[in-house]
Structures are given as C-alpha cells and as structure tokens.
T-cell receptor, first 116, second 119 residues
Framework: AQKVTQAQTEISVVEKEDVTLDCVYE???????LFWYKQPPSGELVFLIRRNSFDEQNEISGRYSWNFQKSTSSFNFTITASQVVDSAVYFC?????????????FGEGTQLTVNP | SAVISQKPSRDICQRGTSLTIQCQVDSQVTMMFWYRQQPGQSLTLIAT?????????ESGFVIDKFPISRPNLTFSTLTVSNMSPEDSSIYLC????????????????FGPGTRLTVT
C-alpha cells in the first residue's frame, strides 16, 4: 500500500524567509510519480510539480525547488524568499506510473502561513 | 494540460436530498477520478470512472451512496445521495493525462471543486 507522510501540520514564517516542507513516502512500486499541489483558500488544487521515480535530479522553478532523495524516500519542497501569496495548504502526493493516469495518494497537507 | 470545469461550484442542500455534480473536460481522457475533501482534511479518492464500464469504488464508498456516470470520454457525474451533514465537503474531479508525449504521462489535473454544505 502507498502512504505519504507530511509531518508538519502547520508552519508559520515571516515574509522573505526560506521554508522547507517535508514529504516522506512509502511504496512497493519500483516506478512511481511524486507530486506537489498548492491549495489556496479558494480551494482549487494547483499543480506544482511531478517527478518520476527514476529521475533524482533536483529541480528549481523560480523561488521553488524540490529535493528528491530515493534513498530516504523523501521529496521535500523549498520556497525561497517566501511571500504572503505563498500562504496555502501544500499537499504531497504519490501515484503509480501509468500512462493513462492513476489514483493519487495524498499526504495530510501542510498549512503554510507567511506573515508580512 | 487539461482544462476541467465542475458544476455547481457550491451548493447548500437539505438533509436527505441528493445532488449531482458534473465534470467536463476539454479533451478526451481515459480515466476520471472523484475525490472528497472533508473540512480541514486531505483528499480521499471516492472512485475511478472509466468510459464504458462501471466505476471502481474505494473502500468505504459505495455505489448506492455515490453513483457515478461516465457516458463519454469528456464528461462524468457524481451524485451524493441521501445527504447528511457528514457529506459536507469539497468534491473534486480529476483526470489523468495519457498520451504519446512522455512529459504528459502521469499528469493529474483537478477541477475547481464543488463545495457542498448539507444542513
């Protein structure tokens, strides 16, 4: 069975601080996908990134960066120079690697609050 | 990426009634998924809907309570039947994007959600 753990329920930072959101996963699959989604107060889920299990190269997109370490089953998300607009719930998720799409297993989410 | 719309965006319903939520996608997709997000909680998969076959329900969810239709490759409905206050949640439609382009494999897109309040 797949499982995703986001140990940090809530994080509060001051604007311009860097913040890292942790994600640890469990799966028996050798090939899988990992995701991060942002859910602002409006409720819509915003796709941030998808990572293949066979690609451990870290990725940077603007102020966002992701650190994937297969050896520790972790897929952490860092926001550099945080802004108030980053305040949201962030979900880490895991799926099988199927070309037609697959069910997602979500972590419990981390509520990030960025204070001015 | 796929563009997904849901109707209604929100509704307030009386206990014991039913509500049908529609999900429309702007392209043909093989699989559609329905998730529930109870207040302050994470997302839980209700069922997977493939066109032309019965939906596959997750443990804890049954067809009598959450009947699903999938009449074609761009549309699905989820009905929440005989509602109680415990059904108050956000219901989200999601699609998986297959295809020949490697970068599109495994993409998962979500609709804007339907906020349901049962009184």
């Amino acid at each position: 069975a797949q499982k995703v753990t986001q140990a940090q329920t809530e994080i509060s930072v001051v604007e311009k601080e860097d913040v890292t959101l942790d994600c640890v996963y469990e799966t028996r699959d050798t090939t899988y996908y990992l995701f991060w989604y942002k859910q602002p107060p409006s409720g819509e889920l915003v796709f941030l990134i998808r990572r293949n299990s066979f690609d451990e190269q870290n990725e940077i997109s603007g102020r966002y960066s992701w650190n994937f370490q297969k050896s520790t089953s972790s897929f952490n998300f860092t926001i550099t120079a945080s802004q108030v607009v980053d305040s949201a719930v962030y979900f880490c998720a895991l799926s099988e690697a199927k070309t037609s799409g697959s069910r997602l297993t979500f972590g419990e989410g981390t509520q990030l609050t960025v204070n001015p | 990426s796929a563009v997904i719309s849901q109707k209604p965006s929100r509704d307030i319903c009386q206990r014991g009634t039913s509500l049908t939520i529609q999900c429309q996608v702007d392209s043909q997709v093989t699989m559609m998924f329905w998730y529930r997000q109870q207040p302050g909680q994470s997302l839980t998969l209700i069922a997977t809907a493939n066109q032309g076959s019965e939906a596959t329900y997750e443990s804890g969810f049954v067809i009598d309570k959450f009947p699903i239709s999938r009449p074609n490759l761009t549309f699905s409905t989820l009905t929440v039947s005989n509602m109680s206050p415990e059904d108050s949640s956000i219901y989200l439609c999601s699609v998986g994007q297959g295809g020949r382009v490697a970068s599109s494999r495994g993409e998962q897109y979500f609709g804007p959600g339907t906020r349901l309040t049962v009184t």
